[in-house]
């Protein structure tokens, strides 16, 4: 999440799917600290606020970002809503909800993962949500695929990000980041714009699909993803770890 001035009303997610927590030191106290985390079932949404810190933000009073959870007709609603008015050309924070395990965590919310790429026959996602924002922004799936079952960060091998909405930014216009630009592809029948790179911050591959045609409802299979980079000889027969659901 980037940009000059951006606002969101609400992002809104309706699903099943993602996990993470807050680590070791932390004591978040409030719906709009970094790292509060909401519980729901095998759920978990996390106020990610991590380029704030990273980039030493935290002197800064004109910035706020806040997690929530609704029932609305009998169905659990996620969302987040957020200002960062100013621009430095760094994402800011990732509010998320989760399923699995991060490598930087000690355990994982659900006994279906970590588990080995070779031994998934299915993986799908179903959403259903409402985006308002201005300036910067992206919504995504991530998944880490890792080395080992215990996975920790020395331990990633491979970050995909699935990009299903984005405003203002696009992971191909990015050229400090030395990303290798595939142009378009097609998975699963729907067509992307397809990007790959090393990590900044770590020494995992990055591969980014971007959507062309945005969706804000809908079922997502995973699996052809995964496919595809084994063809093309982008992934590694590794474990996945966490399917981040939804993130922003």
């Known amino acids: 999440m980037d940009g000059k001035k951006e606002v969101g009303v609400a992002g809104i997610i309706l699903f099943s799917a993602l996990l993470s927590i807050s680590p070791a030191g932390c004591a978040p106290v409030t719906p709009c600290d970094h790292w509060y985390t909401i519980h729901s079932g095998d759920l978990i949404l996390v106020n990610k606020q991590w380029g704030k810190y990273f980039f030493h933000y935290t002197d800064r009073s004109d910035n706020r970002q806040c997690v929530f959870k609704r029932e609305v007709n009998g169905e659990t609603v996620f969302g987040w809503n957020w200002e960062w008015p100013f621009y430095e050309g760094h994402v800011k924070a990732y509010p998320e909800v989760i399923f699995g395990r991060q490598p ?27 985006v308002k924002g201005t300036g910067k922004y992206n919504l995504a799936f991530d998944i880490w695929i890792t080395k080992t079952a215990a996975p920790t960060p020395d331990t990633i091998t491979r970050e995909i990000m699935i990009w299903i909405g984005n405003l203002n930014w696009d992971t191909m216009d ?5 990303l290798d630009i595939h142009g378009r592809v097609s998975v699963g029948g729907q067509d992307y714009r397809f990007t790959t790179g090393d990590a900044n911050t770590g020494g995992w591959t990055y591969l980014a699909f971007v959507k062309i045609n945005k969706e804000q409802r809908g079922g997502l299979d995973l699996m052809p993803f995964i496919r595809f980079l084994l063809k093309e000889r982008l992934s590694y027969r590794g474990r996945i770890c966490e399917q981040r659901r939804i993130g922003q």
């Open 104 to 130: 930087y965590l000690q355990f994982s919310t659900t006994p279906l993962l970590p588990k080995k790429v070779a031994d998934i026959k299915e993986l799908t996602a179903d959403y259903d949500l409402s």
């Open 174 to 178: 990015v050229d400090a980041d030395g």
